[in-house]
C-alpha cells in the first residue's frame, strides 16, 4: 500500500517529524496554502492536514485539497478551523483534548503563585544585589494564596485539573460553564461577571471561539475588583486586551499572569509594563510529558481515520 499522504501546516518538531515521515509522506509546511496548492500535482493526493488550532484553516483550503479527509490539530485549541465548512465536505476534525492539560494547569498555578506572591520582584532584589538595602520589614506583605476564592472560567479537561490543584491550596472553587456540571460539588455561576464578583482569582481556561471572544471585559475586571487576580492560560482573544491594560495602570485589579495574548508574538509595550504582571510566551502546555501525549493521540487519530476506526478526539461543532 502506498504512503498516505499529509500536509503540515506548521514546523513540526524532529522527533514528530520522525515518527510520521516513518508511516506517510510528508508535504509542507506552507506559508499560504491555499494559494500555493492551488493546481499544485500532489494537492489531489493528501488525505490529512496537521495543523495548530491558530493557523487558520477554512473553506478556501479544503476546497484545495478535494480528497482531505481529516484535519487533525496538534494541540486542545481549534478555534481557526471552520468546523461547519469541514462538516459541509465531510472532513472530520480531531485534537489534542487533555494531552497537554496537566502541563496547562500547574503553569495556571504557578502564574498565580508568581503573581500574587510577587516571585520575579524577589528574584530581582535578590539578583540585583539589593537584599540589603530593602530588609523583609520593608518587603510589602502579600495577602497569602490559601483560603480564598478561585473563579475558572471554563471547567473542561484544563480547568478540571487547575480546580483539583486549587483545592490543595485551600481554595474555595466555583466555575462558569456553558453549562452546569452535575459531576462536581464546586459553586457554579450563571455569568462570567457574577464569578468575577465572587473571585479572588479568575483563571482563564475555556477556549478561543467566537463566543468567547472578549468575554473577559471591562465590566468584568471591575467586578473581580483591587484585590482580584486574572490569570489566562487559554487565548489570548479571551481577554480584552486594553480593557485589562487600563484596569492594571489603574490599579482596578491587583494583577495578572498571562501566558496568552490578543496578537502572538506581539505583545503590546502598555502590557509589558504593566505594574504587577507575570508574563510568559505561550509556553503552559510546553512539557515532555504533553508532547509525548499529544504525538500519540495525533498517531491514534491518523491510524484511526485511515483504517476507519472511531476517532480518539473527535471535534464536532
Known sequence: MAPTTLLTMFNLRPELREKLAARHRLLGPLASPAGQLAGDEHAGDIRVAVTLGHIPFGAALMDALPNLGLIAVYGAGYENVDLAAAEARGVQVTNGAAGNASCVADAAM??????????????????????????????????????????????????????????????????????????????????????????????????????????????????????????????????????????????????????????????????????????TPHVAGFSARAAKNLDELLLENIAAFLEGRALATKVSR
Not at 480547568?159 to 453549562?179: K, T
Not at 471591562?218 to 486574572?230: E, H, Q, S
Open 110 to 279: 504557578a502564574l498565580l503563585l508568581a503573581v500574587v506572591m510577587r516571585l520575579p520582584q524577589a528574584d530581582a532584589l535578590v539578583r540585583g544585589g539589593s537584599w540589603d538595602r530593602i530588609p523583609p520589614q520593608n518587603w510589602r506583605r502579600q495577602p497569602g494564596i490559601g483560603a480564598k476564592r478561585m473563579g475558572i472560567v471554563g471547567l473542561g479537561n484544563i480547568g478540571s485539573r487547575i480546580a483539583v490543584r486549587a483545592q490543595a491550596f485551600e481554595l474555595e472553587i466555583g466555575y462558569h460553564n456553558r453549562a452546569r456540571r452535575n459531576d462536581v460539588a464546586y459553586r457554579y455561576f450563571t455569568s462570567v461577571r457574577e464569578l468575577a464578583h465572587w473571585a479572588d482569582y479568575l483563571v482563564v481556561a475555556a477556549p478561543g471561539s467566537a463566543a468567547t471572544q472578549a468575554m473577559i471585559d471591562a465590566d468584568v475586571l471591575r467586578a473581580l475588583g483591587r484585590g482580584g487576580y486574572l490569570i489566562n492560560i487559554a487565548r489570548g482573544s479571551l481577554v480584552d486586551q486594553a480593557a485589562l491594560i487600563a484596569a492594571l495602570e489603574a490599579g482596578e485589579i491587583a494583577g495578572a499572569g498571562l501566558d496568552v495574548y490578543a496578537d502572538e508574538p506581539h505583545v503590546s509595550a502598555a502590557l509589558r509594563s504593566a505594574p504587577n504582571t507575570v508574563l
